[in-house]
């Protein structure tokens, strides 16, 4: 009989926290409706206290889902959970997530109490969160580098005092497979079965996945991790691998996550799609080359047997072909069944919006491939308040004349006509565009992909911009990059806005 080990996505919060990483509220719903799709157990949907864009992403998250339990994080402070559970309002099965450091390091210098005080605070924490629902986890900030003693007696202080789960965080990646296990089935031993162990590890040394696994074996039955592996510093635990690993190594675990693997891919991409962060190309699971046989001996032995170097079926994370698909004939339930198959799904309204923009497209490109569509879909991921509005947008150049460039663009309803030059055609439009942005603005990376093949490829351009301290990621796909650069620094800047709207309201950042 295989045990289930609850899959803990914590995507949306620590994922999100990271920088480079951050969603707004529509994304950050888009994102949860994945992962309901990928059938996770609890989703983190943010830490309600910090902002009015977390409060308002887990009410709006929990509106939206139906099957996962919402969880929100939140200090062992009245004034966190009382807030963690407002914005829990609307939850079927709401979750709070509270938490407070054990280790030395992090008492002495960071809270600046003792171990009584910690001890204290935590039960009346927990005592607090169990007022409003009996579904209370909690965490031992920094766990890994606690005194084992007082770790296991903070646990079983706050699962006296109601807490379901108690999680085991190496808050730092620092712990290692061995010494992982041995202090988890110490906590089993000490704890018995009166609450769920949970752990949540960190990749700091590369070994967020092996860490967590370790602890499984040990008699944790929760992992909390994030699709890519995304998180604080090098990232938490990536659900694909864990996953992966569990179905693929049935002979070494013994055990089974509800965990729709076929949704696997499609979230991944609509990750990076709505971050605009890609995942590396060797990335486990979900890197581009991770399914990928391009030595000549590989690919023989691949079609003679897929077995001789494939571990596990492309089609089981729900990779999809590459192979072309539709053209500008096909109709509306081709275009369906063709989003089905990477994992979207859309009311038939929806459908219609994307069947103008998958129109548009085939009249310019022959061939549609299952990138393409991802590039519609991820126009309809991105929302946001519009203050910069490209009307038009033309340039010109060659070896003999002077990159030059010529817009029309609308600032909050107000229309500019601006001119630009630069090294090529991208700079004197780029140039054109700052004419209307405040100085203090600035472009720091800049990247053109080509993300299908032939001269008449989509590129891809994603632009990073900063502005005080605050950064922001832009993407459009087009088959001119000139204009697809364009529309990108414009998609960046409208994103920029929200966020500083988002920051102005944060009282307090983790
Ligand atoms: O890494 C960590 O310790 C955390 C806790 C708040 C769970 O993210
Ligand atoms: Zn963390």
Redesign the pocket.
Known sequence: MQEKVYIFD?TLR?GEQAPGFSMNVDEKVKLALHLQRLNVDCIEAGFAITSEGDFEAITEVSKALKGPEVAS?ARVREKDIDRAWAALKYAKKPRI?V?IATSDIHMKHKLEMEEDEVLEAAVKGVEYACKYTNNVEF?A??ATRTRPEFLAKVCKSVIKAGAKAV?I?D?VGYTTPEEFSKLITYLKDEIKNKAIISV?C?NDLGLGVANSLAAVKAGARQV?CTINGIG?RAGNASMEELVMIINTRKDLFNFKTDINTKHIYPTSRALSLITGVQVQPNKAIVGKNAFAHEAGIHQDGVMKEKSTYEIMKPEDIGLPSNELILGKHSGRHALRNKLEALGYQYSDEEIDKLFKKFKALADKKKEIYDEDLEMLVAAELFTMEEKYKLLSANFSGGTDVLPSATIEIEVDGKGFKEEGSGDGPVDAIYDAIRKVVPDKVRIDRFSISAITGGSDAQGEVTVFIEEDGIGSVGRAAKTDIVIASAEALVNALNRLVLKKKMKEKKEYGV
Do not use: A, M, Q
């Open positions: 914590t620590d994080l997530h938490f965490s900030e920094d999680n965080p808050t949540h960190h909390e604080e």
